[in-house]
């Protein structure tokens, strides 16, 4: 028998009492509204395999999320929409024509290896999208670099029989198997530019049309879920060491504007680096963060002797690894402290 | 083979082995010189506890205890998940008599869950006891009850603690009576108690007992019914609270029935 | 006399929602007195007062009722004449348990005043300090901070400027507004005692901008000749009204780390504390009531009270009319540092700048969701502090670790818990950091001791 409640219940808690509003549900569910136009500009460009991936993604990492949770008899979190946010993303990183069991395989790696043996959301070391696209990568090279031939190539100002064709490749994948073999670098007309730029081009679904990316991104500043200083810090890093290199050596070397628009950096930079969970927390450390992506990305795009013409998700996925370290290294001063 | 080639052999093989072989020389007189001598017995007494290492001693795991039993002759009977068995296993090594040492059990002093006591207030806040407990003075009815928020749950090593209903319960079982929960606990109402004593008072609240029946209706309300229907001595009256005497045998169960707020309890 | 915009800007801080609307127009009305009053021993920051009274003892309004014990320990008058009834355990307007006097009141107008010290220019500072401390005078802003104590710093600390605090950034709240508004001239009196006091250069006025008319109201109260006395206009946002944030803001200085305001030569006092002051010295009366906010949505009238120490939250809320919608929360205090109680049975104390009523849809609600590492309570730290990694710290028990990245350094200002999309309770898991390490020194301090 309980004692009669005389009293009104009131909530006690710590200060402070109110609250501005947000909540991780919110943040997340702005990634996806930001991720909508590229989803789109992916169906548009690639059909129904856009559909097929993105789908099957975020329903494999939903299923994984919750069945980790179940196991591990933590409490759900499906709720958060975190888990459908890694699966869009992984779906946006993925080639058209990936098998759909690839597809799956990758969300359950993504979600239950990368996310939930750390812990869950906030845990994580490393982005479960690109993780699982690097995992994928390694695994099963031949399908992750297989394009479907978008006719991009005629774009090209090219001598005539300098990249084989037939075999399809994204813009940057040509690039570097024309300067491994020695080959001229071949240019960029302006409708080709423009293709890059409407994503009118070969490459992982999400990460063609920077017009639609951009649009996406612009949002996501808005509703400041993300702060210019990640994405700012990386591009400006990729062209400045892009025109570098093209001052230096433009025989082997491609514009700068072709490093932004093409091989997935503006996805890079905008969803990808900016995740909160793996980026340092503060300005200082997401100014390092960016240009550390920024180098790490060129590197691996202009070394010769590389194995991938991209980088992108590589260097993101480093930086990853140093966050923790950024973090202790740029704590802002302390009010009051010796400077 | 020409020279030239055996010089590219040799070479290495010379190298490595030299800085092996000074690398060597100088552990094997590191090991001579700066030697840490150390008691054998420390090992040895050391193996014959339970290795839980779960502090309860006061010391920082089985082999400091075993050190301080060895080098500073500390109290062999401090071992509260080895029991009896090891103090006579140690006391026999080391040549020292240890008296008897009765098994002990913590318990949690308090039996008001969700059900009869009262909760002032929703608490919303860190799930940790001294957290929920800074805060107000906690949301229980009850100063002197237990929050339920499962500090001590957390801190035993063998997970003999589990909340049911907003109210810590040890499973004396499992228990081991390492003393972390009794550390943690902010209200202080975990007590060690004898493994075999058959029945508690499971209340802390030294209140008079109508402020008691306000917050809770499991609550000790001072009536001295248990020292008249009880065993003689069994139970103590301090203030309003009653005691159990755990050096009187208990015979008279039914005291149980006769407790008005049924605080008086089996473990 | 001048106006100014404050010259510098602290990095961090927050803009929320300020809801000052809800009392805003409402001038201060004197609450009648109730029949019962609790006051509490405990109502400053420190040692609580020794009870001097016992039950069947008949005072007079403003007698002294506990005695200061100790040198952080400020005294306790009757805020009203009548019977001592009972001296019970009771709890302070924060909810802590402490002892409480209660006393029947009787209406008859007899009051035991100081001697009033209307030359206090040429009155020695020592007996004016005197005068606050028996006034029992604690900081009003909401920390209680024994004045006397703060109005006497070292030889080897010059104070050159006294800093009246009419910021009020807490939202809801609206007591120091209406106090400028109404009150302006006492409070300039005050502000020139406590500067003959501590023999300042300066008296800057600190309010933000988005009390215009308060600004007004003190221009015209300081509008003569007087030299040294300012103005500072800040921007609106919170933490403003913090100490450390004003001084930079004001005069560029940081306080040093571990430090107080008198290391940079300033003084801080909330413009409620500077009218108590004028009181106490130039009417001889001793603080034994203050102005009140009740507000928040939940009220039916929010208004502004001039309320005797003692009364019951309960006896207010009836006052302004009960509640309109059900209470989900009721905070002694702003809604940012403010104090969550469980009961309406809490006696109201000097501390007591305001009691907000929220309903449950205007609340905070704490959950244990990890850190998403999002960054923005860095962002919102005043202090420059990373509360994420600071809470991290403390959740695993590393109180040493966080010590390490200057947790003793956070104010609880709770700028980092309102903008956390996780709801973490951050400014809680701080202050069980600050218990532990505490503790811990304490620990050390009785060792080496030993």
């Known amino acids: 028998m309980k004692p009669e409640n005389t009293s009104e219940r009131f909530i006690v808690s710590s200060s402070p009492h109110i609250h501005e509003g947000s909540s991780v549900e919110r943040i997340m569910l702005d990634v996806l509204i930001a991720l909508t136009p590229a989803l789109a500009a992916a169906c548009y460009f690639f059909g129904f395999d856009a559909l097929r991936l993105t789908a099957v993604c975020t329903a494999t990492s939903i299923a994984t999320e919750w069945l980790c949770r179940v196991m591990m008899r933590r409490n759900r979190s499906i709720g958060d929409l975190s888990a459908a946010v890694t699966g869009v993303l992984l779906a946006l990183n993925l080639p058209p024509s990936l098998p759909t069991w690839m597809a799956v395989l990758g969300s359950i790696f993504a979600i239950g290896i990368c996310k939930q043996i750390f812990g869950g959301l906030g845990y994580n070391v490393f982005n479960p999208a690109l993780a699982a696209r690097a995992f994928l990568l390694i695994s099963f090279t031949g399908m992750m670099t297989s394009w479907s031939d978008s006719d991009w190539s005629a774009t090209l100002t090219l001598n005539e029989g300098v990249i084989d064709i037939a075999t399809g490749a994204t813009p940057l994948g040509a690039i570097k198997d024309a300067v491994k073999a020695g080959r001229e670098i071949p240019g960029f007309t302006l409708a080709g530019v423009a293709r890059l730029f409407i994503g009118d081009t070969n490459g992982c679904l999400g990460e063609t049309s920077v017009f639609a990316l951009l649009i996406g991104a612009a949002y996501l500043l808005y509703r400041r879920v993300i702060t210019w200083h990640i994405p700012a810090a990386y591009t400006a890093t990729v062209v400045i060491f892009a025109t570098v290199l093209y001052c230096v050596n433009p025989q082997t070397s491609v514009m700068p504007h072709i490093h932004l628009l093409s091989g997935g950096l503006v996805l890079g930079a905008f969803f990808m680096a900016t995740d909160m969970v793996t980026s340092p927390v503060t300005k200082r450390g997401m100014l390092i963060f960016g240009v550390g992506c920024g180098v790490v990305t060129m590197v691996i795009r202009t070394v010769k002797t590389g194995a991938y013409p991209e980088g992108v998700s590589f260097a993101i996925l480093f930086m990853n690894a140093l966050t923790p370290l950024i973090n202790r290294g740029c704590r802002n001063r302390v009010f009051g402290a010796k400077s | 083979m020409d020279s030239e080639t055996i010089k590219f052999i040799l070479t290495p093989f010379l190298w490595v082995g030299l800085t092996g072989l000074v690398i060597g020389v100088s552990l094997a007189l590191a090991a001579k010189y700066m030697a840490v001598r150390e008691d054998p017995r420390i090992a040895q007494v050391t193996e014959l506890l339970p290795g839980a290492n779960c502090g309860g001693c006061g010391f920082a795991g089985c082999a400091e205890y075993a050190k301080a039993i060895v080098v500073d002759n500390a109290d062999i009977t401090l071992c509260a998940p080895g029991g009896a068995a090891c103090v006579d296993s140690i006391a026999a090594f080391m040549g020292v008599s240890a008296g008897s040492v009765e098994k002990m059990t913590a318990l949690v002093m308090c039996c008001g869950d969700d059900e009869s006591a009262e909760r002032r207030f929703s608490y919303n806040g860190i799930n940790d006891c001294a957290a929920a407990d800074a805060l107000a003075g906690g949301d229980k009815g009850c100063t002197y009850g237990c929050l339920g928020y499962g500090s001590c749950a957390r801190v035993c090593p063998v997970n003999a603690i589990i909340i049911e209903k907003g109210l810590a319960r040890v499973n004396k079982a499992l228990c081991i009576a390492c003393g972390k929960c009794i550390a943690v606990c902010p209200r202080k109402l975990i007590k060690l108690v004898p493994t075999a004593a058959p029945i508690h008072v499971l209340c802390n609240s030294k209140d008079k007992g109508a402020d008691v029946k306000k917050v809770c209706s499991s609550g000790c309300i001072g009536c001295r019914l248990c020292t008249k229907f009880g065993d003689e001595g069994a139970f103590v009256m301090d203030g309003f609270l009653a005691h159990v005497d755990y050096s009187v045998p208990i015979t008279r169960e039914e005291v149980i029935e006769k407790c008005p707020s049924k605080c008086i309890r089996r473990n | ?450």
């Open chain 3, 1 to 450: 006399m001048k106006t100014v915009s404050a010259p510098y800007q602290f990095k961090g801080g927050i803009h929320p929602d300020y809801h000052k609307e809800l009392a805003w127009k409402s001038a201060i009305e004197r609450m009648p007195n109730p029949s019962e009053l609790t006051v509490p021993m405990s109502q400053h920051l420190g040692a609580p007062a020794k009870v001097c009274v016992s039950p069947g003892d008949a005072v007079k309004k403003g007698s002294l009722i506990g005695e200061q014990n100790g040198f952080i320990s400020a005294s306790v008058h009757a805020p009203v004449s009548g019977t001592v009834k009972a001296v019970v355990q009771s709890c302070s307007a924060t909810g802590r348990s402490c002892q409480a006097v209660v006393i029947e009141s009787m209406d008859d107008g007899e009051t035991e005043y100081f001697e009033p010290i209307v030359e206090w220019l040429h009155t020695h500072k020592e007996r004016l300090r005197n005068r606050i401390g028996e006034a029992g005078i604690a900081g009003m802003g909401g920390a209680g901070f024994p004045t006397r104590v703060k109005l006497s710093p070292p030889h080897d600390k010059p104070i050159d400027t006294v800093i009246l605090n009419g910021a009020e950034c807490e939202p809801y709240l609206t007591s120091d507004y209406r106090v400028m508004l109404e009150h302006a001239d006492k409070i300039c009196i005050g502000a020139e005692i406590i500067q003959h006091i501590l023999g300042a250069k300066t008296v800057r006025i600190a309010i933000e901008d988005n009390k215009p008319d308060a600004v007004r109201a003190m221009e015209k109260a300081c509008a003569q000749e007087r030299q040294g006395i300012e103005i500072d206009i800040l921007p609106t946002g919170y933490p403003q009204g913090s100490e450390k944030q004003q001084i930079y803001n004001i005069t560029g200085r940081e306080v040093p780390r571990g430090g107080l305001p008198m290391d940079v030569g300033c003084v801080v006092e909330n413009v409620g504390t500077s009218l108590a002051i004028y009181e106490a010295v130039v009417h001889g009366q001793p603080l034994i009531e203050r102005v009140i906010t009740v507000t928040g949505e939940a009220v039916e009238r929010p208004a502004n009270l001039l309320v005797p120490f003692g009364t019951s939250y309960r006896k207010l809320v009836e006052h302004c009319g009960g509640v309109r919608e059900s209470v989900a929360k009721v905070i002694s205090g702003g809604p940012m540092m403010g104090f969550a109680v469980g009961s309406l049975e809490i006696p109201t104390g000097k501390t007591t700048s305001g009691l907000v009523l929220l309903p449950s849809g205007c609340i905070q609600q704490f959950s244990s969701q990890a850190c998403i590492g999002c960054g923005r309570c860095v962002d919102a730290c005043p202090m420059g502090l990373v509360p994420s990694e600071l809470s991290q710290f403390i959740e695993a028990d590393d109180i040493e670790g966080a010590e390490r990245i200057a947790l003793m350094d956070c104010i609880e200002c709770g700028s980092c818990a309102f903008v956390c999309p996780a709801h973490r309770p951050l400014v809680q898991h701080m202050r069980r950091g600050k218990t532990g390490v505490m503790a811990r020194r304490a620990a050390a301090d009785a060792q080496t001791r030993k």
